[in-house]
């Protein structure tokens, strides 16, 4: 079956960087992605990735992804405490559209 | 571009009533639309696929009888709850996918929140 899974909490002090760990089990992703969800509203694609790839940039965020051990990991430099949200990793299996979405990384930031 | 819009944002409803969420993509024409429901700290789950014009495939465990899904148009889909209870307050998230191919994002919409009392 296929099932992302993510640790539920991370704390870190403002300026410091964050590091979200993602670990899924279907080989066949095309695409994972990285979500943030702010209380009680909708998800906000941040970046996403393709399987071909190693490492994505893009301003403060940075995505590492581990095809052999299915470890994808969202880096945030610089961590703001605007960035205190619930951040989910998301894969879709090859040849289907549907997301399957990881557990949800609880992130505060500390002033 | 690629915007969602769901309504109404939030619904309170009496148990036994139905009520039903709309999913709009403003600015591009989707040809498939996911509902996702969301409980309390926990992650979304899929409920169900919707393709313009054609039945809704429902993901293992979600009844089609009791969440209606209809996507009349490549703009709108809609899901009803019928016979609404308590344990069906969640939060009911749509995302819409393009009609160009190999668009594989998708764009969520901001939520529902249904509460049944």
């Known amino acids: 079956g296929e099932d992302v899974e993510q640790s539920l909490f991370l704390s870190v002090r403002e300026g410091d960087s964050s590091v979200i760990n993602c670990t899924y089990t279907d080989s066949s992703s095309t695409y994972l992605y990285w979500y943030k969800q702010e209380p009680g509203a909708g998800l906000q694609l941040l970046t996403y990735i393709f399987s071909n790839m190693d490492m994505k940039q893009d301003q403060r965020l940075t995505v590492l992804l581990n095809k052999k051990d299915k470890h994808l990991s969202l880096r945030i430099a610089d961590t703001q405490t605007g960035d205190s949200a619930i951040y989910f990793c998301?894969?879709?299996?090859?040849?289907?559209?549907?997301?399957?979405f990881g557990t949800g990384t609880r992130l505060k930031v500390l002033a | 571009g690629a915007v969602v819009s769901q309504h109404p944002s939030w619904v309170i409803c009496k148990s036994g009533t139905s009520v039903k969420i709309e999913c709009r993509s403003l600015?591009?024409?989707?040809?498939?639309m996911f509902w996702y429901r969301q409980f309390p700290k926990q992650s979304l789950m899929l409920m169900a696929t919707?393709?313009?014009?054609?039945?809704?495939?429902?993901e293992q465990g979600v009844e089609k009888d009791k969440f209606l899904i209809n996507h009349a148009s490549l703009t709108l889909s809609t899901l009803t709850v019928t016979s609404a209870h308590p344990e069906d307050s969640s939060f009911y998230i749509c995302?819409?996918?393009?009609?160009?191919?190999?668009?594989?994002?998708?764009?969520f919409g901001p939520g529902t929140r249904l509460t049944v009392t």
């Open positions: 919707s393709n313009e014009g054609s039945k809704a495939t429902y």
């Open positions: 998301a894969e879709n299996g090859s040849g289907t559209y549907k997301y399957i």
């Open positions: 600015d591009f024409q989707a040809t498939t």
């Open positions: 995302s819409a996918r393009g009609s160009t191919s190999g668009d594989h994002e998708q764009y």
